[in-house]
């Protein structure tokens, strides 16, 4: 039988690509100043007024996909008998993945069947959208659900998150640094190089001087980590800043040969975090300590 692809709008894939492709998405519910938005892949959520908004200041928040609500996703494909696997944010940003598989587990309990597979993307944001692509990809081409995930499984570890930020005031605001860090480093121009570990965590890695060198880090370091570029789509994520993630895009594409590299905005929910201005590539290397 067909089996279902899931995943959460943490993945921030184009809507188009959802819609062709039939994936289910759970919503995340992002609250700006005191008003809550559904994140529905930009169908009626106004990302570019969110960015703007950002820009200005506002600061907002995500909250995780509860245990109810994955019961009443998951429990759709128990009911028809249907397969599925639902790959979304990693447990180390977010309780949802806990909340998926203790969805399940309840869901056993009162079914005989549940052929429901929870996966761990290890990955947030257009790290995660590229899994789930290329699962898509898998699927369309043939692959059982067996080999969707043992694909996903293994590759998840091996995908390269390179991301910086432009404000450096936000990750203050947002409590993800010091005052005193942030105030030294606008002062000093410095912008934090962020990576994702090997628990699906997102850690400082080095710090820049100045915007454009940290772009031409993002780049290098891409370069230097890929393997098999010539097989691979590269995914640049951005937040409000469509130019600069082309510029990238055209630095990669003189330094090596790629399948495809294509740029998409963030979605609300890790643009949140990160601020206006911020830029992510993401890419398939050897597995990341």
């Not at 600061?59 to 494909?77: D, P, R």
């Not at 911020?278 to 597995?287: C, K, M, R, T």
Request: glycine share 8%; hydrophobic share 40%.
């Amino acid at each position: 039988m067909d089996y279902k692809i899931i995943a959460d709008s943490c993945c921030d894939l184009p809507l188009d690509f959802i819609k062709e492709n039939d994936i289910e998405i759970i919503n995340l519910i992002i609250n700006l100043e005191g008003k809550d938005y559904i994140d529905d892949m930009g169908e009626t959520f106004d990302r570019d007024a969110f960015f703007e908004a950002l820009k200005n200041g506002a600061m907002a928040t995500s909250s995780q996909i509860n245990i109810g609500k994955f019961i009443e996703v998951f429990k759709m494909y128990v009911e028809k008998g249907q397969p599925a696997v639902f790959l979304g944010l990693s447990s180390a940003l977010s309780g949802s993945y806990n909340n998926a598989v203790t969805a399940v587990e309840m869901l056993k309990e009162e079914y005989d069947e549940v052929n429901i597979t929870v996966v761990d993307s290890k990955a947030a944001c257009l790290g995660e959208g590229l899994l789930i692509y290329e699962a898509v990809n898998r699927k369309n081409a043939g692959q059982s659900l067996e080999e969707v995930v043992s694909w996903l499984e293994e590759y998840k570890m091996k995908l390269h998150s390179w991301v910086t930020v432009d404000d450096i005031r936000h990750l203050e605001r947002s409590g993800r640094i010091s005052s005193v860090s942030a105030t030294l480093g606008s002062v000093l121009n410095v912008k934090p190089i962020i990576v994702m570990n090997e628990k699906g965590g997102l850690v400082p890695s080095a710090k820049v001087r100045g915007r454009k060198k940290s772009l031409h880090y993002l780049v290098n370091k891409t370069v230097e980590g890929i393997v098999d570029p010539e097989d691979q789509t590269l995914f640049i994520g951005h937040v409000g800043v469509q130019q600069e993630a082309e510029w990238i895009k055209k630095e990669i594409e003189s330094k090596i040969n790629v399948k495809d590299i294509q740029v998409y905005p963030y979605g609300p929910t890790i643009a949140s975090h990160t601020g206006f201005g911020s830029i992510a590539l993401f890419s398939f290397g050897e597995v990341r300590k």
